[in-house]
Each structure stands twice: as structure tokens, then as C-alpha cells.
């Protein structure tokens, strides 16, 4: 059974930062690429962040470029968000996410994505 938990979040001050982690057991997690993604109530889920099996490749969107990194580690099974400069805007669930279909190229549509996480809530006042 695939099992994605997620944990680190918090409140935090703007312009703070947050380290969140995912702890991946089930499957054989250093095959498949990873994503983080968020959802602000009353708004889609969005991709913050996708990082290849061997970490070579990550992808984010404009939003969070220069503010957010993600990395893995394949010997613990977990993969991380290391989120600076955090905004107001930033504030949502964030949700770990697994794509058992692809392993070097990172999709950022939420389809793709076969396994999540329960989220971890991420808040960000002024």
C-alpha cells in the first residue's frame, strides 16, 4: 500500500520560511518523480514544484521560482520543500504527490499524479 505524509507546516511571518517534508513507504520511491502542489480554500489545486527520480531535473512555476526548492532523498524515502521569502499568497494545504508513470520528465498537471498525500496547512500572515 502506497502511503504519502506529509509534515513541516505551520504559521509563519511574512518573508519566514518553512521546510516541508514527505515520508513515502509502499513502493520503490527512487523510481518515480515527486511533486508538491497547493490548494487555498475556495481555489484549484496548483503545482509548486516537481523533481525527477535522481534529482536531476525540477521544474516550478513562475509564482514560487527563486522562493521555493525541492530535493529528495532516495536513501530515506523522502522528499522536501524548502520554502523562503513566504507570502501572504503562499498560504494553502500543500499536498505531496507521486507519478508512477514517469520518472525523469515532471508533469505539473495534478492528473498526472497518481498517490497523495493528506496535506499539511501552510499559513502566512502579514
Known amino acids: 500500500q502506497v502511503r504519502l505524509v506529509e509534515s513541516g507546516g505551520g504559521l509563519v511571518q511574512a518573508g519566514g520560511s518553512l521546510r516541508l517534508s514527505c515520508a513515502a513507504s509502499g513502493l520503490t520511491f527512487q523510481s518515480y518523480v515527486m511533486g508538491w502542489f497547493r490548494q487555498a480554500p475556495g481555489k484549484q489545486r496548483d503545482f509548486v514544484a516537481g523533481?525527477?527520480?535522481?534529482?536531476?531535473?525540477?521544474y516550478y512555476p513562475d509564482s514560487v521560482k527563486g522562493r521555493f526548492t525541492i530535493s529528495r532523498d532516495n536513501t530515506k524515502n523522502m522528499v522536501y520543500l524548502q520554502m523562503n521569502s513566504l507570502k501572504p499568497e503562499d498560504t494553502a494545504v500543500y499536498y505531496c504527490?507521486?507519478?508512477?508513470?514517469?520518472?525523469?520528465?515532471?508533469?505539473?498537471?495534478?492528473?498526472?499524479?497518481?498517490?497523495w498525500g493528506q496535506g499539511t496547512q501552510v499559513t502566512v500572515s502579514l
Open positions: 504527490a507521486l507519478d508512477q508513470h514517469r520518472s525523469l520528465v515532471v508533469a505539473s498537471s495534478e492528473r498526472e499524479y497518481e498517490y
Open positions: 523533481i525527477s527520480r535522481n534529482g536531476a531535473n525540477t
